[in-house]
Every structure is written in C-alpha cells, then in structure tokens.
C-alpha cells in the first residue's frame, strides 16, 4: 500500500511568484486536505476536497487555491507568494469525509519565500 | 471559537519515566479529540483518538481520556522508551467537522537512556 506523497520536498520562490505543490493520496482514499505549518506551530487548515469539490476551507486568502484529479491526486497553488506564506505544507488523505480525523499525512513541502 | 491548548515544551525524560501531556480544549459542540505524533523524518501520524466524553484512547502504550468536565485530553504513558522521542501534537475536530483538524503547537519530548 503506497502511502501519501508529495512533491517537491523543498523548494524556493521569490516574493509574488506563484508556486503549486503536488500530492498523490493513499490508495482508495477519496479525501484529500491541506495544512500549513509555520516553524515551531502546529499545523493549520487551509482546505479539503472530496470527489474533486472543495468541501470546507480554513482562514486563508483566495491566493490559495487548489485542485482534485479523478485518481484522487491534489495541488495546491498559491500566487502573490508573501514572505509569510514560507512554512511546511502538509498533504493528507483520509478514506472518506466520515473518517473523522482520522488522517494520512504526507511528509510535507517545505516552502522558502524570499 | 475552537482551539487547542498544549503544554509548552521540550519535555526531557530518561527513558522507564512517567510520561503526561498535558492538552485542554475549547469548542462549541462535541467534537472529537486526537493525538499525532511526528517522529524525526516522518509525516504525522495518528497515535489515538477519542469520539465522546469518558472514551479511553490507546496506542502503544500511551492513553489520553476525553474529559468533558475539564475540558481536557491529557496524553500519558507509564515508561517512556528511547524510540518515543517525537514531537506530540493535541488536535481536535468540530462536531461533524470531519477531516479538518485544529492543532495545538506541539510538544516536543526527548527521551534519553
């Protein structure tokens, strides 16, 4: 059983670039959420999706948006990069909406503004 | 609104201790309360959870039990072992939130021999 991935581990972008990360769910997982994590922070939510719709969104700017494929796969894409949104983001897939909390997670992207 | 509230760490203990994390909670409704855990190089994972008040979650050795009255989730285990050095994170879920958790910060424990 594969379990969640995501792509690139690190990576670095200047201030108003424009970033996507990447993210293949565990098999047979149909839900899929996004955290960020800012150093020394727990991390916070930014949005799920389910069936390819987004199903519920945390305290973030429309800046971050993001996408779910047929096979179940993620991104997540932000633009106007801020020196703030530097931080780990986290994939994580669940196998299904009724799987309260019970999250897979990724081992995290993380994100270098400058 | 919901949070999270850890006790701050790093919690340093040789290895056979005692072991409490201590975790309160503030939400509206009757969610459902977990513990990750993110050991040095890995994504976290989930080590026990609790869905209703007085439930009991294990794992590996280590419980927390929901406690409504005090709004607590304290995380305890009797002999902490080398290999249990990670970083714990309290989390929580609104009632019929489903998969979108809400963190506390962490805490980080190290566990010497």
């Known amino acids: 059983e594969t379990g969640v991935t995501q792509s690139p581990t690190h990576l670095i972008k200047t201030r108003g670039q424009q970033v996507t990360l990447r993210c293949s769910s565990q098999s047979g997982h149909n839900t899929v959420s996004w955290y960020q994590q800012a150093l020394g922070q727990g991390p916070q939510f930014i949005f799920q999706?389910?069936?390819?719709?987004?199903?519920g969104r945390g305290n973030f700017p429309p800046r971050f948006s993001g996408l779910q494929f047929p096979n179940y796969s993620s991104e997540l894409n932000v633009n106007a990069l801020e020196l703030d949104d530097s931080a780990l983001y986290l994939c994580?897939?669940?196998?299904?909406?009724?799987?309260?909390?019970?999250?897979?997670f990724g081992e995290g992207s993380r994100l270098t503004v400058l | 609104g919901n949070s999270v509230t850890q006790m701050e760490g790093p919690v340093t203990l040789s290895e056979e201790a005692f072991l409490t994390i201590n975790c309160t909670y503030t939400a509206t409704g009757y969610p459902s309360l977990f513990w990750y855990v993110q050991y040095p190089g890995e994504g976290l994972q989930l080590l026990l959870k609790?869905?209703?008040?007085?439930d009991k979650g294990s794992n590996k050795g280590f419980e927390a039990t929901y406690r409504k009255e005090t709004t607590s989730f304290h995380l305890e285990k009797g002999s902490v072992q080398v290999s249990d050095s990670a970083v714990y994170f309290c989390?929580?879920?609104?009632?019929?939130?489903?998969?979108?958790?809400?963190f506390g910060k962490g805490t980080t424990l190290s566990v010497s021999s």
């Open positions: 999706y389910y069936r390819e719709e987004e199903n």
């Open positions: 994580a897939s669940s196998l299904s909406l009724g799987s309260t909390g019970e999250l897979f």
């Open positions: 609790a869905t209703k008040a007085d």
């Open positions: 989390a929580l879920t609104p009632f019929q939130a489903g998969t979108a958790l809400i």
